[in-house]
């Protein structure tokens, strides 16, 4: 099978002409770097909760999920390396937009915040704290940088790259699923603060969702019964190994591998986050 392409996390193979199976590894990356430590079963925790958010939002937006089933895939990924951790998809044509959605300030909004009282040109009321939820929740466009950092872009430039309607259908069902899917969380224990959405279109022109949905990799989880205005929260997120590297003046370049206890940690946080949010053990 032909490999098409080998992200920070995910490895996409091509199947046939309208086809693809992702992969997605224990790699883990932060501040846009690949890590020289693997998580272990990271890769399998997030396509099963991306699995889990799929099929929860599927009366939203269809999405491009085939089969999570190996006895389904083509027989050369019927083996124990790719159980778990595979996805057969439909080919869409991708929307070259990263439609992030923030609920609360927090990270780098915080700090856009503090400088000039917007976050990513967005104007928000003043006197907010960090970790406050927003009176409603915004949509902060970034591209999808091929390498490098992902850029900040403002509405007016998706519609300009994308077109009006469908930059607008792109910030409301991206908005629309965060508040679903954020409200279903509570329920749970965990605030959402904010996450990131890929969408394609299909080959009839729908708007689909793909890559993956809510998981610790691609959103901000906190417990809730810990939540509190004013200061940053604890996380079920990899924003723990990016504090630990913030913390300790770690080179993401440097190749040292990652202590045993960080990875550890870290592991854990990913398979809580797995079963509060989806009920199961993992």
């Not at 439909?90 to 503090?114: D, F, N, Q």
């Not at 091929?146 to 309607?165: A, M, R």
């Not at 417990?223 to 205005?229: K, T």
Request: proline fraction near 5%; include cysteine; charged fraction near 30%.
């Amino acid at each position: 099978m032909k490999k098409i392409s080998s992200g920070k996390v995910r490895e996409i193979y091509e199947i046939d002409e309208d086809k693809l199976l992702l992969v997605v590894s224990d790699r883990i990356s932060a501040f846009d770097y690949i890590l020289p430590s693997m998580v272990p079963n990271k890769g399998k925790i997030l396509n099963q909760i991306s699995k889990f958010w799929f099929d929860y939002i599927k009366d939203i937006i269809p999405n491009h999920v085939i089969s999570t089933d190996i006895k389904d895939f083509p027989e050369e990924f019927q083996t124990p390396e790719f159980e778990g951790r595979s996805m057969l998809v439909k080919k869409l044509k991708m929307i070259p937009v990263e439609c992030i959605i923030r609920g609360y300030i927090t990270g780098s909004g915080w700090k856009s915040y503090k400088e000039n009282g917007t976050v990513c040109g967005i104007k928000l009321p003043d006197g907010l704290q960090e970790s406050q939820k927003l009176p409603e929740p915004i949509f902060t466009p970034t591209t999808k940088a091929s390498e490098g950092h992902d850029e900040n872009i403002s509405f007016d430039e998706v519609c300009n790259l994308i077109g009006k309607d469908l930059a607008e259908k792109l910030r409301s069902k991206a908005i629309e699923i965060y508040k679903t899917c954020a409200e279903y969380a509570l329920t749970k224990g965990v605030i959402i603060a904010d996450t990131k959405f890929e969408f394609g279109l299909d080959e009839s022109g729908n708007l689909v969702i793909g890559d993956e949905v809510l998981t610790p990799d691609s959103s901000r989880f906190w417990p809730a019964d810990d939540y509190e205005v004013g200061r940053s929260q604890k996380s079920f997120d990899k924003q723990y190994i990016r504090d630990w590297i913030k913390s300790t003046g770690y080179d993401p370049e440097s190749g040292t591998p990652i202590p045993t206890d960080v990875i550890d940690t870290t592991a854990k946080k990913y398979i809580e986050a797995y079963e509060i949010l989806t009920d199961k053990k993992f």
